[in-house]
């Protein structure tokens, strides 16, 4: 199996909070959920992704939800006597996780990290959009200000309060925090890898490239991390972004974002 990663962090002035990892027929993209509130918490965000990546890279066998659960609740118990774990702003991320068999391939994901698998005759896309059905008039206020505005400032942080009061809660959204219940919420499924060419895992700061920019579709995505490599999409996404600093075409909650792209190929078949 050939296995391609690339990250680049939102801003060269902050430290990216996405981490790619890897282990044998295991692959996982986690995307560090941004802090705009208070957290309880003196560790941070990277810190939080740095510690969930690595021990669930370790119980990678266990299976992606299996192996997340642990991770959620080890990584929790690493800080739950320096931090108030119960704080609604707890440091989390989405995650993503693909588990390969010999004759099959589980994924799982958990928040806004999107999935694309090239099937025999279709392209399937396992994406987790709760989060976007949360704070909705928050979203928009948001959504209709200019980046960089301190206006805009203020109302993502209207927003972030909106999104963490339906945070791990029936009818909000699931993502890694504190409580290793959550991978029980998480989309997954199983598909025969006979059936699988290639596929890529990708944080919304990738996505965006299709969507809201609909430069690419999701085959044409695949297609430039088989032929240029992660670090060429993420280029590219970069020159769109640039193209509106300002968020007035494509409304978002940051001119760049962290981006992080997995490619896969070479399966057995």
């Known amino acids: 199996m050939r ?8 801003s060269p002035d902050v430290p990216s909070e996405d981490r790619a990892v ?18 309880g918490c003196t560790h941070g965000v990277a810190w939080y992704a740095d510690h969930l990546a690595t021990t669930l890279v370790k119980n990678a066998s266990l299976g992606p939800t299996d192996a997340l659960a642990i991770a959620i609740q080890q990584t929790a118990d ?48 396992v994406t987790d959009d709760r989060v976007s059905k949360t704070a909705l008039a928050e979203r928009a ?16 942080v209207r927003m972030k309060h909106a999104e963490l009061a339906a945070r791990n809660s029936p009818g909000g959204y699931w993502i ?19 059936s699988v060419r290639r596929f890529a895992i990708l944080t919304d700061g990738v996505t965006r490239i299709v969507e809201p920019f609909r430069v690419y579709d999701w085959s044409m995505v695949l297609d430039v991390l088989e032929s240029a490599g992660p670090a060429r999409l993420i280029g590219q996404v970069r020159e769109v972004e640039a193209s509106d600093p300002r968020g007035k075409r494509w409304p978002r909650n ?6 992080t792209a997995v490619y896969c190929d070479g399966f057995p078949r």
Request: charged letters at 20%; proline letters at 6%; a negative charge.
């Open 3 to 10: 296995t391609l990663v690339a990250t680049e962090a939102g």
């Open 78 to 125: 690493q800080h739950r006597d320096t931090c108030d774990l119960s704080h609604p702003g707890t440091p989390s991320a989405a995650v993503a996780a693909i588990h390969i068999t010999e004759s099959t391939l589980r994924y799982l994901v958990l928040g806004d990290v999107t999935i694309v698998l090239d099937l025999e005759h279709e392209n399937a896309i």
């Open 22 to 39: 890897t282990a044998p027929n295991f692959v996982a993209v986690l995307d560090g959920a941004t802090v705009r509130t208070e957290t």
């Open 176 to 194: 890694a925090a504190s409580n290793p219940q959550a991978a029980e919420h998480a989309i997954t499924g199983h598909i025969r890898l006979s």
């Open 141 to 156: 206020i948001a959504d209709a200000l200019p980046n960089g505005s301190p206006e805009k400032a203020a109302a993502l």
């Open 254 to 259: 940051k001119p760049s974002d962290d981006a």
